[in-house]
Nanobody, 124 residues
Framework: QVQLVESGGGLVQAGGSVRLSCVAS????????MGWFRQAPGKEREFVAA????????YYADSVKGRFTISRDNARNTVYLQMNGLKPEDTAVYYC?????????????????WGQGTQVTVSS
């Protein structure tokens, strides 16, 4: 099992940038796919970005393509979400997620392990 702890959220002005971090511990992180999701007030949780920990393909929601970048630092067991050009509609609680690579599907983006979330608020 893997444990996930997010950090890096906060209040930022529209057009600004924030980098979220997710530290993974427990089972070997390299055997997982990692993802970022978000949930705005009154809305369902939605997919933002994902990648296999081992690297290779990255996946993004259309709404964040060209603005957000998912990456990882193997030495720190940390996955990042760099968010640039933030908009008020990006305001949400952002969650880090993990799924064993053997079970991961880019078609379903189903994840079984979740962090506690970190709030990002973008002011206009």
């Amino acid at each position: 099992q893997v444990q996930l702890v997010e950090s890096g959220g906060g209040l930022v002005q529209a057009g600004g940038s924030v980098r979220l971090s997710c530290v993974a511990s427990g089972r070997t992180a390299s055997t997982y796919a990692m993802g970022w999701f978000r949930q705005a007030p009154g809305k369902e949780r939605e997919f933002v970005a994902a990648m296999p920990w081992s690297g290779g393909s990255t996946y993004y929601a259309d709404s964040v393509k060209g603005r957000f970048t998912i990456s990882r630092d193997n030495a720190r067991n940390t996955v990042y979400l760099q968010m640039n050009g933030l908009k008020p509609e990006d305001t949400a609680v952002y969650y880090c997620a993990a799924e064993p690579l053997i079970q991961f599907s880019s078609a379903t983006m189903k994840f079984g392990f979740w962090g506690q979330g970190t709030q990002v608020t973008v002011s206009s």
